[in-house]
Structure formats: structure tokens, C-alpha cells
């Protein structure tokens, strides 16, 4: 690119003095003249050249790294890594043509003293980008870390669940507390499931990036995938099943063909294989199906199971469809009744998972009602004739197998106002109520009330103390129990923390208890985590970043405002 002064230099045409080809006459002789003083010397005459020309600029080809400081340059990192983290897929826009030719053009356009090439001043945009991200990702960590470092008196949450991506999947650990009245998320870690690992290698690796967050003496129940094994955890602290998983663990056990097949049920089998032949037919799902693309399925739930319950609700467009391409044939196979019939049964499990995994509020406390509901609905059809009632009794055994509710389920069910022992029968009640008291009491042991600290002496003129107050002190929590189960029940659906901050005073035990149980979620997956894993596994396949970097992305990702 040539400059401005150089355009018009080379526009300028240079006119030299014109000369005569006639010669002039020679002059008739004068008498010499008297001797005059030297005229002073005449100035040097100005070329066009020099009357044209502009200051000298800056050159273009010149290495122009330094013309841009180092802060303006992190500023530029920064942005590029909002890009990254924003979509994690831009990590191959960067560098492209068209990103280059943008990023050229505002350089061009935001230059003073010439245009100087992106490429020289910047870079490549990912090396740029990447090198500023340990200190980006430090700046949000700490962030982090003070978040859930503030909340050691009340205890967090933590979950582990995997997200399956094709053929490969990613472990999602994410850890939840409440803050004032709203319940915060922060995503700490992903990392690529290899089948080879057992428990206690997850274990190891969950344990180990909980140390960068947190103290190790804080309270913590975890939610762990049905495909790890929860025992490593139970060393760690309270460690539950995922609800979801738990769930679609029962409809697989009840519907799975081998054992189908060994109680002679042939056909529930044969209307499974319909059901799912029909639901995956090239054609067929974009036109019958297509408007339930934009509602999917919940986390954790059976894709053949999800085909039977498609086909049951559009029905009618089904028969349509197979009309109009003259292949009755495929409706004549098909059940009706036992259709009808089985998904009257799946559609209320799959009700409860959607539920189960919401994540707008809590879910901690739906566990138990849910369990009490389902078996009261198995146990129900199970007196019908037919297949069904073989259906229902398999569903029973397969819901009290793998459908556990653990004492912080049965605890988190009372601290619902619009529940509280409501779903259980009444003989229940005391046992729930003794766990009550029993967690309150863990939560005021754990929270450095003891004095292992003080001297030999201090300790032996209050063990007789502590003695009593202990006993005292179980009265206290009994009353306010009690108490707090004697008023009515609500009758709206409440914002459970909105709630407990407003009787902190009135029932300060519960509500400690209260806001920690509710911050823990039921189900360990989250309906944004298959996007943020196909993105991770992307970058990984086409070697854009090391693992250690995909992590530090999605991690700025997911915890970013």
C-alpha cells in the first residue's frame, strides 16, 4: 500500500525552463560601468518534489510486535478468550480467513499512521489467546473459591454424573450451594470417562480437584452416576444414587428383553421392537415426530422406553402416515391395548424424571414422595389381568432394588412446608423425625463446636458441663421439631430458601439444616452438559488444545457472568 504523499508525487508533473532556438543579436558595446558590491547569494530554489512531499510515515513493513503494549495486547486475550469460552467450537474460527480479514479491516480502520498486518501485530489468535488463559482462569478460580469457602457453616453439594457423546463420554463435576436465597453452580472439572477406571480412581480424581476449591472438613453429599461405585465415596462424606438414573435403572430392569423373553412375555418384546422400528424409520420421525424435537428427553432416560411413549402419544398421525405410503402392515403388528396399557405405566415414571431433574429449584425433597407415588401405582395395576399385572409386579422388584432412598431424602422431605411427613404413612413419622435430630445434631458437632483445641484442664471441667448441656440441648431440638411440623401445611408450592430465611429466627436449627439439603440436587445431570462435552471432545479430536486447557475453557464457560 502506497501512502497519500507517494500518490501525489508521483501525480505532479515538473515543468523545466523552456529554451529559444532563435539565437538573440549580439548586444552594441557600452562603456563598462562603474564597479558595483556583490548581490548577496539567492536562495535555493524549491522543487516540486519538496513542495509536495508529506513528513516521513510509518512503514508498514516494519516489525510493528512492539507498537502494540503488552496490556493492550491482554485486553486482546481476554476478548479472544470470551470468544472460546462463549462457544467453545470458535477455537477454529479464529484463525481462519474470514476471522483474519475481520480482524484486518478493524485494525485498517482503527489505524493513524498507516495499516499494519493483524498477522504481525497479533499473531496466531489461539497461541494469543492460550497464553493468557492461566491467568485468566486463576482470576475466576479464586472467584470460586471465595464463593464456596464463604459457606463452610452450611455445607455444599457436589455431583458426578457422566454425559454420553456418541461412543465417548465425559465425567461433569459440579459442585452447588445457596447463597443468601439462591441456589449457585459452579462447574470445577470435566474429564473423559475411560472405561478402564474403577470408583476409586474417580474417587481419587473427584477428591483432587475438590482440594483446589475447598477445606476437606466441609460438609459435603455427593450425587454420583449410576456407573460409579459409591462405596469410595462413602468415606468422603454422604454420598447419594442419582435419582434419574435410579429410575431409568428400574424401567430397563423391568423391560429388559432377556428376561422378557424368560417369562414368555413375547409380547411386550415384539411391541418394543415395533415401537422402536417405528420411532427410528428414515422419513417417518422428521414428519410425524418433528415437533417434539424442541422438548427432549430427560437426563438419564431410555431411548427404546422413550420410543414406546412417542408412538402411543401420536398414534393417530402414525396410522395417517402408513396409510398414505400403503404399509398397513406395520399397524397390524402393533398392540393397541398393551400399548395403551404399558404406557400408562411408563408415562408417570418419566413424569417423575423430568420433575426429579429440574433445575430452577430444589428436588432433594420430591425423592421420597416420588418412590411412594410410583409404588403406589405399580402396586395398583398389579391386581389387573393380563401381561400388565406381570408388568406391574416386575416393576415393583425392580423399583425396591434400585430406587434406594437414603436419611437425607427422608430428612429433606420434611423440611418441604407443603409437604412435610404428608407422603408417608404414620408409622414413619418418629423414625423421621429421630433422623432430623440426628442430622442436626452431626451438623453441630461438625461445625467446631468441640474443643479439641483447649488446654488438658479446660477440658476436664467441661466435659461434666457438656454432658448436660448435650441432653438439654436434644430437648431444644425435639421442640423446635415439633414445632415447626404442628403448623399448617402450605397450600402453594413455596421458594423453599425464600421461606427458610424468613423463620431463621424462629427455627435457626431446621434452617441451617434446610440450606444445605435443599442446595443438593436430586439428579446429577444437567441438560447443558451434552453440549459443553461435545464441545470438549471436539477440541480434543482435532488436537486444537491439551485436556489441561479444555478444562480451564469450559471451567471460565460455565462459571463466567
Sequence with gaps: MQSHAADNENSVVVEQPKTSSTP???????????????????????????????????????NSNSTVPEKERQQIAERLLKVMYADLGAASVLNTKDFMKLAQTLVD?????????????????????????????????????????????????VTCHSQMVGVDSCYVLTAYQVEGTQRKRYVLGVKEVDVKECGEQVHHWVQNVLSEFVMSEIRTIYVMDCKVSLAAFFKAGMCLGCSACALNCVVQSALNKRTLQARSMHEVIDLLNVCEDMAGSAGFSRETFGSLEEAPAPPCWDSVTESLLLVNERYEQICEFYSRAKKMSHIQNLNKQLLCNLAAILAPVKQAVVELSCEQKPTLQLVLPTYVRLE????????????????????????????????????????????KLRPV???????????????????????????????????????????????????????????????PLFQATPDLFQYWSSVTQKYPRLARLAFWLLSVPAVGARSESVSMCEQALSMKKRRQVTPEEMNKLIFLKSNMP
Design 425 to 487: 404413612p404414620a408409622y414413619q413419622h418418629e423414625e423421621i423425625i429421630s433422623k432430623v435430630c440426628e442430622m442436626i445434631t452431626e451438623i453441630r458437632e461438625m461445625s467446631g463446636e468441640d474443643t479439641d483445641m483447649e488446654p488438658s484442664t479446660k477440658k476436664a471441667r467441661l466435659a461434666s458441663s457438656n454432658s448436660k448441656a448435650q441432653g438439654s440441648d436434644e430437648k431444644q431440638v425435639k421442640k423446635e421439631v415439633y414445632e415447626y411440623l404442628a403448623e
Design 376 to 419: 403406589k401405582l405399580f402396586t395398583a395395576k398389579a391386581n389387573d389381568v393380563g401381561a400388565v399385572s406381570k408388568l406391574c409386579h416386575f416393576f415393583l422388584e425392580a423399583l425396591k432394588e434400585n430406587f434406594k432412598v437414603e436419611r437425607a431424602h427422608k430428612v429433606a422431605m420434611i423440611l418441604d412446608p407443603q409437604q
Design 24 to 62: 538573440a543579436p549580439a548586444p552594441a558595446p557600452a562603456p563598462a560601468p562603474a564597479p558595483a558590491p556583490a548581490p548577496a547569494p539567492a536562495p535555493a530554489p524549491v522543487t516540486s518534489e519538496q513542495q509536495w512531499k508529506s513528513p516521513p510515515q510509518r512503514n508498514h513493513n516494519t
Design 109 to 157: 480502520a482503527g489505524a493513524q499512521y498507516g495499516a499494519f498486518s493483524v498477522t504481525d501485530v497479533l499473531g496466531d489468535m489461539n497461541t494469543l489467546a492460550l497464553k493468557h488463559l492461566p491467568r485468566m482462569y486463576n482470576q475466576v478460580k479464586v472467584k470460586v473459591t471465595c464463593a464456596l469457602g464463604s459457606n463452610t457453616s452450611l455445607g455444599i453439594g
